[in-house]
């Protein structure tokens, strides 16, 4: 996927001698990292060890990290009293450099500002392009000779096995199901898309990104804008689907566009049809009188069209009165993460390289994209002898 925007408007504080703790941490003095066992290890070593080991150590052993970790989370933006021992001359100094780090800041968000508007001004300027992209992949009108060319040259380049295709026909031919199988080659929008979602977006006829008209306003919340346009349907009232990701007025700690909130649409389903619910029907007897009766009951389900209707991040205000559970909290943030992280795939994946999700090329480069962070060697002994190729 692609980069991670910063999501929410946490502040988290720099490590510096103000608050960093002088002594060593705990945790790294005497806590090993956990490791796996071999899948061949003698379980009768096992055994002799659980006997050996106090039934309460293991309990006693998770009681003591525990404290540590909750040890490690209060001393974060403690000060180390460096900075208060500091000459009134030299303190005098720091306050100056926190003036021109906002002056800094300033400026910066007037760059971010800036790239807004320069990925808008050629977004425009792209528009004749995705009108002719339309025009072909729905029929309306047919290929050009050298946009055939054009695109077989390529084909050639990336295949030697490229066969070319007879010159005896430019004729107009819609590509059916263009953008369903678009959706489904993006590994992460794959996963999203049900069988029942997939009836619904072979109507999809286009997809179009638009950047909202306020980037030179720095008070505004910047933000584009995800359109879904579908020809009529069974399922819904609507021509097109919106989704609309605002950012913060100012960008983040390190420099990048802050998160703030998405909108979506509201899906206006026709009777039976809304894919965002499964329903069951059920009948009840009534205990008194013996009649029986049929009720339909509904859940929600996964689908891609819950899309548009985007997880709301939690207030500051919610967070610090600890209205929100721990657990309910991060997985508040993980949705809303994947929500984002879902605009910005359409937004500078699939609607520019559309062709390419279509055709499956674009694979190759989802692949090459993963993160080598998300790995971690299960084997880390000799570590050191070895270098990566």
Not at 40 to 58: A, I, L, N, Q, R
Not at 216 to 221: E, G, P, R, V, Y
Not at 312 to 335: M, V
Not at 336 to 349: A, T
Request: hydrophobic residues 30%; charged residues 35%; proline residues 6%.
């Amino acid at each position: 996927m692609s980069s991670n925007v910063p999501i929410g408007a946490t502040n988290v504080t720099a490590p510096t001698p103000q608050n960093t703790p002088m002594q060593h941490a705990p945790i790294s003095a005497g806590l090993s990292r956990p490791t796996v066992p071999d899948i061949t290890e003698d379980k009768e070593e096992e055994d002799e060890e659980d006997e050996d080991e106090p039934v309460g150590s293991s309990l006693q052993s998770a009681a003591m990290l525990g404290l540590v970790q909750g040890k490690l989370q209060s001393l974060i933006g403690r000060s180390s009293g460096y900075v208060e021992s500091l000459p009134d001359d030299v303190k005098r100094s720091v306050e100056a450099l926190k003036g021109v780090q906002l002056q800094q800041n300033e400026l910066h968000n007037k760059f971010k500002r800036e790239c807004l508007e320069l990925e808008k001004k050629y977004n425009d300027l792209q528009a004749p392009l995705y009108e002719r992209r339309n025009a072909v992949l729905s029929g309306a009108a047919p290929p050009t000779t050298e946009e055939i060319e054009a695109g077989e040259k390529q084909s050639a380049e990336n295949d030697e096995d490229y066969t070319p295709l007879p010159k005896d026909s430019t004729a107009a031919s819609a590509i059916p199901e263009f953008w369903l199988t678009a959706l489904r080659n993006h590994i992460g929008l794959s996963e999203l898309i049900t069988d029942r979602d997939a009836a619904a977006l072979k109507h999809v006829i286009d997809i179009r990104l638009s950047y909202l008209d306020n980037l030179s306003q720095l008070d505004a919340k910047p933000g584009f804008k995800i359109t879904f346009l579908f020809s009529p349907n069974e399922f819904f009232e609507n021509e097109t689907l919106e989704k609309t990701y605002y950012y913060q007025e100012k960008a983040g700690y390190f420099g990048d566009m802050a998160y703030d909130h998405a909108v979506g649409t509201e899906i206006k389903w026709k009777e039976d049809k809304d894919l965002t619910k499964e329903f069951e029907i059920k009948k009840q007897r009534n205990k008194t009188t013996n009649r029986t009766r049929v009720v339909r009951k509904s859940r929600p389900t996964e689908s891609f069209f819950n899309f548009f209707t985007p997880p709301t991040p939690p207030g500051e205000e919610a967070i610090a009165n600890g209205d929100i559970e721990e657990e309910e909290l991060e997985e508040l943030e993980e949705k809303v993460e994947m929500d984002y992280q879902i605009g910005e795939d359409l937004k500078e994946k699939i609607i520019p390289h559309a062709i390419d999700y279509f055709t499956g090329k674009a694979l190759e480069y989802d692949l090459m994209d993963e993160d080598e962070d998300a790995f971690e060697d299960l084997d880390d002994e000799d570590e050191d002898d070895f270098e990566d190729v």
